[in-house]
């Protein structure tokens, strides 16, 4: 996929995102959108594609969320990193390595940003409320990435996943 492809896409990403994607919510939580295509381009086009996905989708979520510029950037860069550094270790056809990958990577961005939180206002959360977030979180982005990621193994690897 052509980085104009890329650039287009990810901005009707982050467009539907912080707009049609706050509408839909379970527990307070909204599902994220950037970070499914993040973990399926990173997958699926490899690292240096995956490291420009991150730029993609970081860039425009930081201008928009505000929470302070660069933090999606630095925190989409990590994930993108650690999932293309163990590419070649993984079975992307698996359904099961599809899970893992989404359950981490949701795991890790909340935990950034509940200690980004922390750092920047002194706001903290009980330790249910914390645990029911990443379990939500977790499981709204496996239920919503699944679909994504086949779709994109089969249409740009030429593999079903099992």
Do not use: C
């Amino acid at each position: 996929m052509k980085d104009r492809y890329i650039i287009l896409f990810s901005i009707i990403i982050v467009i539907f995102q912080t707009t049609f994607f706050s509408f839909i919510e379970v527990a307070g939580i909204h599902p994220s959108l950037a970070l499914i295509f993040l973990i399926s381009g990173t997958v699926v086009f490899g690292h240096w594609k995956g490291l420009r996905i991150a730029l993609y989708l970081g860039v425009p979520l930081d201008i928009l969320i505000g929470r302070g510029l660069g933090v999606y950037i630095f925190v989409y860069l990590i994930i993108s990193y650690v999932i293309s550094s163990i590419e070649e270790q993984i079975f992307k056809d698996n359904f099961i390595t599809a899970i893992i990958l989404f359950f981490s990577s949701s795991i890790f961005e909340i935990l950034f940003f509940t200690v980004y939180k922390y750092l920047i206002s002194g706001y903290t959360i009980s330790l249910q409320e914390f645990i029911i977030q990443i379990f939500v979180y977790s499981i709204y982005n496996s239920i919503l990435g699944i679909p994504i990621y086949a779709k994109l193994m089969k249409k740009y690897m030429g593999y079903s996943i099992r």
